[in-house]
Antibody, heavy 121, light 106 residues
Framework: QVELQESGPGLVKPSGTLSLTCAVSGGSISSTYWWSWVRQPPGKGLEWIGEIYHSGATNYNPSLKSRVTMSLDKSNNYFSLRLNSVTAADTAVYYC??????????????WGQGTLVTVSS | EIVLTQSPATLSLSPGERATLSCRASQRVRYFAWYQQKPGQAPRLLMSDAFNRATGIPARFSGSGSGTDFTLTISSLEPEDFAVYYCQQRSNWLYTFGQGTKLEIK
């Protein structure tokens, strides 16, 4: 059974950098999946942030691309998100998820439980 | 960017009733999925490819549609089905979600 677990600071100051990691267990991060971050502001809908493949290839949401960096650590089986120059609008629950991209499918089949990150001084 | 519009925003029904949720795309969609989200939980994959139930999803859930119009149907609502439902698509290396339909108990 694949499990994903987010970790990182729950509070970030405005103009600072949000840094989260997602530990993957029950499967290898080097397998043929895309590893994604999705966020959800309190009481609002879902927004895809970006994804990374085991090769290191990345795709980012154009709305966040200038502020986002994703990376992965194959030896420790986790991937990471960095979002810089944060504002209150970046306050959200951040989810990591395993992405399946095939000839007819583009979806997330496993999700972490989510971690709330608040941007506030 | 493809915009997904879900309707209705809120659907009030009773257990045992049939629920029909819609999702309309601003352009033709190639990849499409449905998710269910309960309070305090991560989204859960319901349907892939618009009509294939994900592992462990009961048969009362069904999906249909193609192109720009998609439907999620729950044939007979169980108490655990009351939640928020999101549609999702991927196109040109960008994923977008609908704004969600809240299915609430009447």
């Amino acid at each position: 059974q694949v499990e994903l677990q987010e970790s990182g600071p729950g509070l970030v100051k405005p103009s600072g950098t949000l840094s989260l990691t997602c530990a993957v267990s029950g499967g290898s991060i080097s397998s043929t999946y895309w590893w994604s971050w999705v966020r959800q502001p309190p009481g609002k809908g879902l927004e895809w942030i970006g994804e990374i493949y085991h090769s290191g290839a990345t795709n980012y949401n154009p709305s966040l691309k200038s502020r986002v960096t994703m990376s992965l650590d194959k030896s420790n089986n986790y991937f990471s998100l960095r979002l810089n120059s944060v504002t209150a609008a970046d306050t959200a629950v951040y989810y990591c998820a395993r992405g399946v991209l095939g000839s007819s499918s583009a979806l997330w089949d496993y999700w972490g439980q989510g971690t709330l990150v608040t941007v506030s001084s | 960017e493809i915009v997904l519009t879900q309707s209705p925003a809120t659907l009030s029904l009773s257990p045992g009733e049939r629920a029909t949720l819609s999702c309309r795309a601003s352009q033709r969609v190639r990849y499409f999925a449905w998710y269910q989200q309960k309070p305090g939980q991560a989204p859960r994959l319901l349907m892939s490819d618009a009509f294939n139930r994900a592992t462990g999803i009961p048969a009362r859930f069904s999906g249909s549609g193609s192109g720009t119009d998609f439907t999620l149907t729950i044939s007979s609502l169980e108490p655990e089905d009351f939640a928020v439902y999101y549609c999702q698509q991927r196109s040109n290396w960008l994923y977008t979600f609908g704004q969600g339909t809240k299915l609430e108990i009447k």
